[in-house]
């Protein structure tokens, strides 16, 4: 059998999104695609949060063989579009930033998060799952998320 991976992934809807991202009936669908999305391709057993506005967590194990794979798999079904009650086709943009303790050299949630945030901003625009790096546990963070991201700005020192 093939070793497993534990993984923390972000999962965030892209900025063509961010739109229909208000307490409007699209942003609402959307936001309940995504959650269900999550839930569907995690299984039972696997942890899955919504961090705030569109950003997403998971928390799984996947088998190293089928992990590429599956992260493929994960966009896929995340960038697909939504129809709300109203009938109109909603596009979905989505990106993905996995972060493993193997490459990480952790379990602590807190820094996977910081890589799985780091890796998930570079790829945002690519359109693919980015895998977390070594380079990306340096980038500077505030409560484990990339310093500058919307909620970030603190004043004097971070929790």
């Given amino acids: 059998m093939a070793p497993w991976h534990a ?3 972000s999962a965030a809807l892209a900025s063509a999104t961010r739109s229909f991202l208000r307490p409007e009936k699209p942003g609402d669908a959307v936001l ?8 569907a391709w995690t299984g039972p057993h696997a942890s899955v949060g919504r961090l705030g506005g569109d950003q997403f967590a998971v ?9 590429a794979h599956r992260l493929e798999q994960l966009v896929r079904m995340l960038r697909t579009p939504v129809v709300p009650d109203d009938g109109r086709t909603v596009d979905v943009a989505a ?40 380079q990306h546990l340096t980038v500077p963070s505030v409560n484990g998320r990339r310093a500058g991201r919307p909620g970030t700005a603190v004043w004097g020192r971070a929790a």
């Fill in 59 to 67: 928390a799984l194990q996947l088998p190293a063989d089928r992990c």
């Fill in 7 to 9: 993984a923390y992934g």
């Fill in 32 to 39: 309940t695609a995504t959650a269900t999305r999550l839930t």
């Fill in 95 to 134: 990106s993905a930033g996995p972060a493993t303790p193997d490459v990480t050299g952790s379990r602590d949630l807190t820094v996977l998060q910081r890589a799985a945030d780091a890796a998930l901003y570079d790829g945002k625009h690519s359109g693919r799952a980015t895998l977390a790096t070594e």
